[in-house]
């Protein structure tokens, strides 16, 4: 069975399209499509079924994928670990960096470049939950991860921790109020979080276990693009809170949620049992000495604000 081949499928399965997949890696979809029909012969069974713009795993194709990523992240590993035999002053580190905490990675990213000056940091930029994929799948060793995550899976060095608070609009209804609650937001338009985010699902859950459904109106995942949406009146927002203190008081009124209080969690994660490089241990030890962050710390945050 060609790795490659096996490459190609899992990527057409996390990409539920042949068309994405063979953007992410690079190759033609003809490519992805006749290495693909090449490792269901060999296997001698079809492995995806397409209903409609969905692909649905067969219980062979199931096996496959399921396994296919171990045998993908074994490969990975065993390629990082002969790559790690050189010396620490060189080659290379992709991190993953979510695009809502990308500015807390600054300092790290400041710190670590000084110090190593010859390794060249690699960015991953996707949301939390595509990290997660990477992590598992091997592709990276480092990322940024929304908490809670499965600690049989991950170790986690936590970077900062706040909660979400609505944003509205200037002389919206909550103006005289000191804290919100959840439910009060039922009726309202929500710009959400793309769905690529981990905080998608985070507030999407909350606001179900408390009776309702968001009314989505727009998608983002950054932060002062959606602040700027709200303040066009295209609907309200929920921001980690050292977003929102970086908002005109005079354009929005920024109040905690509570009813449940929504956390804001992210920590620098890897595999528990993965293997990291002297590079990645060198990031982590460079992480240690400049976080955990203040979500007060403006050197951190930068001095961002919505116009």
């Known amino acids: 069975m060609e ?30 499509s006749k290495m693909v029909k090449a490792l269901e012969d060999e296997i001698g069974s079809p492995l995806l079924l397409r209903d409609g713009r969905q692909m649905v795993l067969t219980d062979a194709g199931r096996i496959v994928y399921q396994r296919g990523q171990d045998v993908l992240a074994a490969q990975a590993q065993l390629q990082a670990e002969l790559n790690d035999l050189g010396t620490l002053g060189r080659g290379e580190l992709t991190v993953g960096i979510p695009p809502l905490g990308g500015s807390l990675f600054t300092p790290a990213i400041a710190a670590f470049k000084a110090r190593y ?10 949301g939390a939950r595509k990290i997660e994929e990477a992590l598992v799948a091997g592709e990276l060793e480092l990322g940024g991860v929304l908490e809670p995550v499965d600690p049989a899976v991950f170790d986690v060095l936590p970077m900062v921790r706040a909660p979400l608070w609505l944003v509205a609009p200037h002389g919206s209804r909550w103006d005289a109020d000191a804290t919100v609650p959840l ?11 793309a769905e690529s985010l981990a905080l998608h699902d985070a507030v999407l859950d909350a606001c179900r276990k408390v009776g309702f459904t968001p009314q989505i109106v727009s998608r983002s995942g950054h ?22 203190r970086r908002l005109d008081a005079a354009q929005f009124t920024c109040r905690p949620i509570v009813e449940p209080e929504i956390t804001w969690a992210i920590a620098i994660g890897w ?33 961002l604000r919505a116009r």
């Open 3 to 32: 790795l490659r081949a096996l490459r190609y499928f899992v990527e057409v399965v996390r990409q539920q399209s042949f068309t994405v997949a063979a953007e992410q890696m690079h190759v033609t979809q003809p490519t992805i």
């Open 117 to 126: 000056p010859r390794i060249e940091l690699k960015l991953f930029e996707q």
């Open 183 to 193: 439910a009060d937001l039922a009726n309202e338009p929500f710009v959400f979080y």
């Open 223 to 244: 932060w002062d693009f959606m602040a700027a949406l709200v303040h066009a009146g295209v609907g309200i927002a929920l921001l980690p809170e050292p977003y929102c």
């Open 271 to 303: 595999l528990k049992k993965g293997y990291l490089s002297h590079a990645a241990r060198a990031w982590l030890d460079v992480a240690r000495e400049t976080g955990p962050v203040d979500p007060g710390d403006d050197l951190a945050f930068g001095s």
